[in-house]
Structure formats: C-alpha cells, structure tokens
C-alpha cells in the first residue's frame, strides 16, 4: 500500500462542527516501530474545546429530534464506509500504535460492528404505559438522550474504543465531542471524516487531537452544557475525572484498568487451554485490558501447561507491523517497554524463572519479546500491577477455592478466564468471581452485541450488548391524570 497517500487523505487538523480547522500549534505522531515521524496533527487548546461544544450544543436540539430510523441509518451507512476503508483503517492504525496488520484489520470488523449494532438499536429505545397501582391516574416512562458527551479514548484501540462510545450515543440521540490519545489521534479523525461523508450532520462530532489534555477536559467538564463524560483509560486518571465530574454531577461512565486472571483447573484441556491463553495474553501484542495479566494453574497440570505455552509463545516473530513476516509488534512507546521491563526484572528477583524471552532487543523501536514467567511467587508485583504486554507470569493453586481465592486477590475486576471440563465447575467459578466479564473455555470475550465494563476499581457503566444505549439515556417519567 502507499501509506504516504493514504496519510495525505487523513486529516491532521482539529476536527470541529465537521469541518477541518488548524491550530496555533502542533504535535508529531510517531511510529513505535522506528520512532519516526508520521504525521504533525493539530494540538487543541481549551477554546478550541469550547468552540467544539458550541457546535454539539447548535445542533443537539435537532439531533435529538431527528428521527430515530435515520440516526440508524446514518450510523450504518458508517459501517459500511470503515467496510470499505478496511484496509486503509487497518494500515493507519498499524502506523501509529505499532499492532500487526492482521490485529489491526480484526479491530476493523470489531469496531466497525458497533455501528451496525446500533444502528439496529436506535430504533428500539422502549418506554412504558400503565395504570398507577393507587388508581389515582396513569404512569408515562419515556427516555431522551442526555445531551452532549466528552468521550476520552486510549492508544491501544483507535477505532473500537471510539467506536463503542460513539455508536450508542449518537443511536440515543446525543451529539460527542472525542479526545482521543496523543499516541493514536489519526484514526479517529479519519473516522470523523468517513462520518460526515456517511452524511452525519455537521457538529454532531467533533475530535479534538492534543497534548494539552487536562486543560482540555477541565474546560469542558466546568461547562454546564455537557451532561456526560465516558473515559477508557487507567483506573488513577478515571478517578481524577470522577472527581472533577462531580461538581457539575455529570453523567460518566469508566471503563479503567484490568488484571484479569487465567485460570487453569486440574480438569481443564490443556491444549485447548494453551490456544486460549495465547489468545487471551496476545491480542493486541498483550496491550488489553482485557488480556490475561496473571495464569493461576492447577499444580498437577502446570508443568505441563507452562512447556506447552513456552512452545507457543517461542514462535512470535518481532518485527514492524508492516510487515507480513511480524507476527508480534512493537509496544506503544519507550515508557511501556520500560515498565514491562522493571516488572519483569521485579518478578525475577523474588525468584521467578524465564521460561522464554524476558530482554528487550535493542533499538530502534519499542519492542518487547513474548515472555513466559515461571514459577511466579506471591508477591511479585506483576501479579497485582497490569503489565499491558506481552508477559504470562505463571503461578501454581492445589484446590478449587484457592484458585478463586488466588483470582479475586485484585482491586480489580474487568475479565476473568477459566478453563474446566466441568459444567458446575464453570458455573460455580463463573458465578464466584469478582469480575464484570468471565470468559469459559475461550479467550477472546469482547462481543459489540454484549455488555462490557467491570466492577470494583475496574470502573462502572457498560458498553456494547443492549446495556450500551442506556448510558446515554435520561429517564423521565411523566404523570397523567386518570
């Protein structure tokens, strides 16, 4: 592909009342395979934030009102436009956050799908008649959109992450302003512009790119005209906002950080175990919250499960996602690499052994090895801390509750995994762990067509499934005379 082209068609300026506009300054997008430079994109103050609230708030009124079938529509005529872009989606996102190709051609169907789940949801917001119990008149349900949005997106997933939060609000009716990473902005704002040649109304999104991200978000959570705030990202920067929010007691919803345990029960398959811890440890390179940060094994198969993973794990080819002969890509930066790297180098010095990989190549680039951990003692920070790459730190239980004890000893609690042959088992664990998610038998559990989100430090809300449109939903109950 000729990526200069395809960088030429994105838009690297602020993305305001679906028109492009520059700014006093900018910033570089770099390639973590290379630290090159990609592209200068636009570095949004707070009153370029302001201006994009005045365009969201212009047009809210009329978006709202708009037919529910056509907010559908529009939104699946987007499905179809990222459809069609695959490929330059893919590409863009494999520039700026480092993924191989074939994750990032999967993000592409992910995140295209909930455009399409939404479009169909859109139509089916339900409220509800009856009688009042007293007889004294009759009980109006009726939902509306709570109004304009701040959405804040992470790195690790350009399109989806946006993607999930955009669907169900513009399916609800409101309009969204996105601050997406400093990392990844392209992808979004090549998605802003697929949206208004999808024919989305100008002002109903706009995408403000920056490094200026606390002046930013402060100067719109002190608006009194945003009614919601939504943010994907670590549990300490969510709790700041939450903290900010409440002033203006907005509307959020938090989907934070993760420590999601495997676990490996005595009656488990153990290949078929291995094939999902792979999955579970290294979609997206292991930079998930959802990715399986600690294996917690059953004693009597754990040899066996940690030479299979070794295998496994050992033929992971590094290399620039470009590239066809990558099968693992670089981290997002230097910064992440150094923090898998002084984990790693904790877990070892408690007494972990290296099963395989475990040392940085040299540079250029930020790449990091799959790595198996064995023999991981309690205590190792890696089993409570979110390593966010490519790291299966492994440690052994005896019985059925020390595993679950062993799976809930985190503040956290987004996914979990389990692997048994046990249908009770399964249901048992499934019922008894502290997580928002479970996965049984398989290692891959995000779903457009089901709730996401965790409990406990993990954060609050959900998104996806038919949960999703209710974050941004008011409800109002009017009362009839009998």
């Known amino acids: 592909m000729d990526t200069a082209k395809l960088l030429s068609s994105v838009p690297t300026g602020l993305w305001i009342g679906g028109e492009e506009r520059e700014s ?88 295209a799908e909930f455009f399409r789940w939404f479009s169909e949801e859109a139509v089916r917001v339900a409220g509800r008649y009856t009688q009042s119990p007293a007889g004294s008149g009759r009980v109006l349900v009726t939902k509306q959109p709570v109004g304009p949005c701040y959405a804040i997106t992470p790195w690790n997933f350009p399109l989806a992450m946006g993607t999930r939060k955009i669907g169900p609000a513009f399916a609800a009716g409101c309009t969204m302003i996105v601050k997406p990473a400093q990392d990844t902005p392209l992808t979004m ?73 495997f676990v490996v029960f005595d009656d488990a398959d153990v290949d078929a175990a291995v094939e999902g811890a792979i999955l579970a440890k290294m979609r997206n390179g292991g930079e998930a919250c959802t990715a399986a940060n600690r294996f917690h094994v059953a004693n009597s198969v754990r040899a066996e499960f940690t030479d299979k993973l070794v295998k496994r794990m050992s033929e992971f080819t590094l290399g620039k996602g470009i590239d066809e002969s990558a099968t693992l890509g670089p981290l997002i930066n230097a910064k992440q690499v150094a923090t898998v790297e002084d984990l790693v180098s904790d877990a070892v010095s408690r007494g972990a052994t290296v099963a395989v990989g475990g040392v940085a190549p040299d540079g250029p680039g930020s790449f990091y090895p799959a790595t198996v951990l064995a023999d991981v003692p309690a205590g190792a920070r890696i089993l409570s801390e979110e390593v966010f790459g490519p790291v299966a730190p492994i440690t052994g239980f005896d019985t059925e509750e020390e595993g679950v004890a062993a799976a809930n000893d985190t503040e956290y609690g987004l996914a979990a995994y389990i692997y048994t042959q046990s249908l009770d088992r399964a249901l048992r664990v499934a019922e008894s762990l502290e997580s928002g998610i479970v996965g049984i038998n398989r290692g891959v559990v995000s779903d457009p067509a089901a709730p996401f989100g965790g409990v406990k430090e993990s954060g609050f809300g959900r998104e996806g499934g038919f949960e999703g449109i209710e974050e941004y939903l008011e409800v109002k109950y009017i009362a009839l005379t009998k």
Do not use: H
């Open 189 to 261: 704002l090549l998605l802003a512009k697929l949206m208004d040649e999808a024919g989305l109304p100008k002002g109903v999104l706009s995408v403000l790119p920056t490094k200026n991200a606390g002046d930013v978000t402060a100067a719109l959570i002190d608006d009194g005209r945003l009614r919601k705030l939504t943010f994907t990202g670590s549990t300490g920067v969510g709790k700041t906002l939450v903290k900010q929010s409440a002033d203006k007691l907005l509307r959020t919803s938090m989907e934070l950080g993760g420590n999601a345990p």
């Open 24 to 111: 006093a300054s900018t910033f570089d997008v770099l390639d973590p395979s290379d630290d090159s430079v990609i592209a200068s994109v636009a570095n949004a103050t707070a009153d370029d934030a302001i201006a994009a609230l005045d365009a969201a708030c212009a047009v809210q009124a009329e978006w709202a009102a708009t037919a529910s079938r056509e907010r559908g529509e529009i939104l699946r005529a987007v499905f179809e436009k990222i459809t069609e872009r695959a490929e330059d989606i893919a590409t863009l996102m494999t520039l700026e956050m480092g993924k191989v190709l074939r994750e990032s051609m999967g993000e592409v169907t992910y995140g």
